[in-house]
């Protein structure tokens, strides 16, 4: 399977990686192993949960107890190649299993807590998992997401607190993977072996699952520690989940280049944001919109130790006059790895965009007809590099849609819309016509709409964003029917419910006698945003 996914990617990207890189003969275990060597009794992982004791690990610590849990799933079955199904919320075993797997060059996909049933029985077929690991509260979900399962191993809390409902007998105590006894090969894992698949909203209207292999993680460690100034004194701060980019790059991946801490908490949490920051003498973290709109209402501490924030925006004026705090302006996405756009923090940069090339990766701007825009122009971001090594290997199981997401060059279309400046500043405008941005979560509109055309009735249908003060954008449901009938948008929030992610549903579904449309029949989206956008008082 690897080979045929490198060569579809290659093919379509025009790339090879070359036999000397940067990390020729490495893979990701090897990371962790000389970080529990060179740095065996600095503290790695600090784990702040909200209703129990908290813990610490060592680098040392942290490595001997994934090799534990790694000896437990290789003495229950767990093979190179294999995929195991991670359904969890930020927790340490998250993290152990997800060393573990590495550990065995098995393959972890892992999944949006937030998925609905109907969602998570689409990944569990797609990647084909034979193991999954949950915790209490979504023991019956995943359980339910497949009859492929050999085991599903259950932790005792649900991110450290006490489960509502207590795992079944049925389920295989995590804390058994941790007490096997016995040893395992030491394997080697080429760094063009597949390692991790995240699924994430892409224009289609299911997910996709972005294949990541060893060269990805390391060229993510590697690059986002650089990018976000981490060193060995840096203390980080992870409420972000850890199933998104986000989380497990950017923070803690870059943590273990770093050789530096982590502290990890559940979720986020405005009233315990700055007294964990405080306690843990934090120096760096992540914000995004929500989180800043919920930490304006919380008391500054007298004194912190964050020296800068990693945002998206470069030093937005609000932040530096509320909290004193410069942040750096980035962009990236699942499938760049990293951050393809980002700032410096002791350098001027045009204040409120991305940040600059970073000199890693090739970018252009370009126009619907495959021109470059000039400066202060919008178009749509591209950007070049390897795949397998700067760039995602390739989508799961979807060789036609890896080879559609580059162009004959070998260049990746992010999507996105953007304006490059004089300055090489590039500025963010927004995501492509067809994704919504809620709360931090991309969403697809085809996918919401596939669920509710689901329905009895419904003709055609037209998701678009509202804008949102809390969540940036919600989604808004415009639903032509071609038979009438009693309480359909009652039916319609209904299957949706059922169907998708809660931060999916549509917040409103309006059902309209015929939806605007322009040439040849096309659904006028472009109309019913700008009437949203006038409804909230947008201009």
């Keep these: 399977m690897n080979t045929e996914a490198i060569d579809s990617v290659t093919t379509a990207g025009s790339h090879q990686l070359n036999r000397l890189h940067p990390f020729t003969g490495r893979d990701l275990p090897w990371l962790l192993r000389s970080r529990a060597e060179s740095r065996a009794d600095h503290t790695f992982l600090i784990w702040a949960p909200f209703a129990a004791q908290g813990r610490r690990w060592t680098y040392a610590q942290f490595s001997a107890e994934v090799e534990r849990v790694a000896v437990g799933m290789y003495h229950r079955g767990v093979r190179k190649g294999d995929f195991v199904l991670l359904h969890m919320e930020n927790c340490p075993e998250f993290l152990l299993v997800w060393h573990a797997c590495s550990r065995l060059g098995a393959v972890v996909v892992t999944t949006n807590t937030r998925s609905s049933a109907d969602e998570l ?128 790059c950017y923070s803690h991946l870059a943590t273990i280049w770093a050789g530096c801490t982590m502290v990890l908490q559940p979720k986020f949490s405005a009233s315990r944001y700055w007294p964990v920051l405080v306690e843990h003498k934090c120096t760096y973290g992540v914000q995004i919109p929500f989180m800043l709109h919920a930490l304006f209402g919380q008391p500054l501490p007298e004194k912190h130790y964050v020296t800068h924030w990693g945002l998206g925006a470069v030093s937005p004026r609000l932040i530096l006059d509320t909290v004193g705090i410069p942040c750096l302006g980035w962009f990236g996405m699942t499938e760049t790895i990293t951050q393809p756009l980002i700032s410096q923090l002791d350098l001027p940069c045009r204040e409120m965009t991305m940040g600059r090339p970073a000199p890693e990766y090739g970018i252009q701007v370009r126009r619907e007809d495959g021109s470059e825009v000039g400066f202060g122009e919008s178009g749509t971001l591209w950007i070049k590099g390897v795949p397998g090594l700067s760039l995602f290997l390739g989508y799961l199981n979807k060789p036609q849609a890896t080879a559609e997401s580059f162009d004959d060059q070998g260049w990746f279309n992010t999507g996105d819309l953007v304006t490059p400046f004089a300055d090489g500043s590039i500025l963010y405008d927004g995501r492509s016509k067809d994704m919504l941005r809620i709360g931090g979560e991309n969403v697809a509109e085809s996918e919401v709409e596939r669920v509710i055309k689901t329905v009895p009735g419904v003709a055609d249908v037209a998701v678009v964003a509202k804008p949102d003060a809390m969540l940036d954008e919600v989604p808004v449901a415009f639903v032509e029917m071609a038979v009438q009938g009693p309480a359909v948008e009652a039916e319609i929030m209904r299957v949706c419910a059922e169907k998708l992610a809660d931060f999916k549903v549509p917040r409103e579904v309006r059902v309209v006698q015929s939806l605007p449309r322009v040439t040849l029949g096309k659904l006028d989206k472009k109309m019913l945003r700008e009437q949203l956008r006038l409804e909230a008082g947008k201009h």
């Design 121 to 248: 029985r689409y990944f569990a077929e797609d990647c084909g998992a034979r193991f999954a690991v949950t915790q209490p509260r979504f023991e019956q979900l995943v359980g339910d997401s497949s009859s492929r399962f050999e085991w599903l191993a259950v932790t005792e809390t649900d991110a450290g607190s006490t489960p509502e409902v207590a795992r079944t007998a049925q389920a295989l105590a995590f804390e058994l993977l941790l007490e096997s006894e016995g040893e395992i090969p030491q394997l080697t894992h080429d760094c063009m072996d597949l390692h991790n698949v995240l699924y994430t909203s892409g224009s289609t209207s299911r997910p996709k699952g972005v294949m990541w292999t060893h060269a990805n993680a390391l060229w993510g460690a590697q690059i986002s520690a650089r990018n976000c100034g981490f060193d060995r004194d840096t203390i980080g701060h992870v409420c972000l989940p850890l199933f998104h980019t986000n989380a497990i």
